[in-house]
């Protein structure tokens, strides 16, 4: 159905429908009332300086979607480096993100190794914070300095993911790549610029202010400078949102004025995670490669100026979700966290068939296996070429499996009306490492180990 097809609005029938039937109601948000009734919080700073999101009474975390609020995040905000997965995948997201994705230099196993050595070591201690050493006043100092002389943690995590190409041009490592890693391929709406496209190696860097990120970004550069070229990097953020009344958690809104991460699964049930992101035993992929997750980076711009002119029913409709609750179509007045009963309207009545979320999830059995965990941010690059505002969304989303995660989601939402509205001009695919267990360990040690058996 194109545009013009779409039906007037009709007035949809007040009423609180229960989750579709059959269907495992995997959504973080039906949680958020609970959770969030408790006590109205977002990322909570505890004394020692640990890291918590808010938690629900099932001891699960805040939703990675779920917008962070005013005057919660603190500089003393630490997220924990060492574990089985990297973090920056299900914790909940900062204000501030970025890609920065790279050409890897290293010609041999023995360079590859030194990289993710020195990588990890530079993570280790910008996420964790702490005072950088006083060099000879005669060599550069060891910091920027942006920051003062102490670095906090603010909340930064640094995740690090893995290109097909750095597996492509090297014969020693091709035989270890990921199964499911390939190149990024051209969607039918796509207008990819290749000087925004893959990468060797990527760093998604999260934190609570861009200052944080961008001393992240400097640091890294400069003591990886001759193992590390940087090919291109897309900032973003999430607005900032004041506590509600009801203390209920709101998934933050992105550049066409919804909601954004209501259907989110939830990122702090831990048995989810390991079905949907992280990569386990049944996956079959090669055994440095568990705990790890496939990533896949699209930066989807937004034509903002033709949105704001289109009419707020044409909105909805083409969303499937009210704009300023994020109530699902089929239940108005309903709230972001109740679930669409696709049963009761099998036509498209209520929620268009063509809907964006109705295609990106149509919430039958058969597609339960193509849930992705997205967490995306905004951004604002200035002023295009023709006078147009360069903004949009950095989309990323995480899944244990590719094909059956993001291609597949993005093949069924090829041709929606949407469409009208967005144009992907860059990204990628990636593989992201599984977490640096322990001190002493480092990136990829799994991989290196089983470059040289
Ligand atoms: C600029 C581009 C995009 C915008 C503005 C956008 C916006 C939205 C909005 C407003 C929602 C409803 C709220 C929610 O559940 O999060 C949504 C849901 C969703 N979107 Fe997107 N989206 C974009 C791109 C994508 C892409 C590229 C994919 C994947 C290929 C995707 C997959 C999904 C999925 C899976 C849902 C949840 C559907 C459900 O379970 O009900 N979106 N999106």
Redo the contacts with the bound molecule.
Sequence with gaps: MTKHELPVPRKIEERDAPPAPNMPDM?ASRRKALKMGIAAMGTLWMGGGAYAASRTPEGHESNV?DAPVTNVASPKDRVPFFGKHQSGVTNPRPANGMIASFSVLAETPDALERLFRRLTERCVFLTQGGTPPDYDPRLPPADSGILGPVIPPDALTITVSLGNSLFEERPWLKPHRPLRLIRMTRFPNDALDAALCHGDLNLQICANTQDTTQHALRDILKNLADQLVLRWMQEGNVPVIQPGPDGLAE?AR???G???????PDSGDEALMNHLVWVGAERKEPAWALGGSYQ?V?I?R?FVERWDRAPLWEQEAF???TKVT?APLDQPHGR?SDT?DYTKDPNGEKTPLDS???L??D?TPETQDN??L?R?FNYFNGVAKNGQLDQ??L?I?YQADLEKG?IT??RR?DGEP?EEY?K?VGGGYFFTLPGVARKGDFFGSALIAALRA
Excluded: K, M, W, Y
């Design positions: 959504s979607t998934s992105n550049l066409l919804f909601r954004d991460g209501s259907a989110n896949a699209r989807i937004n969303i499937g979700r994020g972001e669409p964006h979320i109705r990106a999830n919430r849930i992705i997205r995306p949009g969304l989309f989303c993001f989601v993005q939402l949407l967005l992907p």
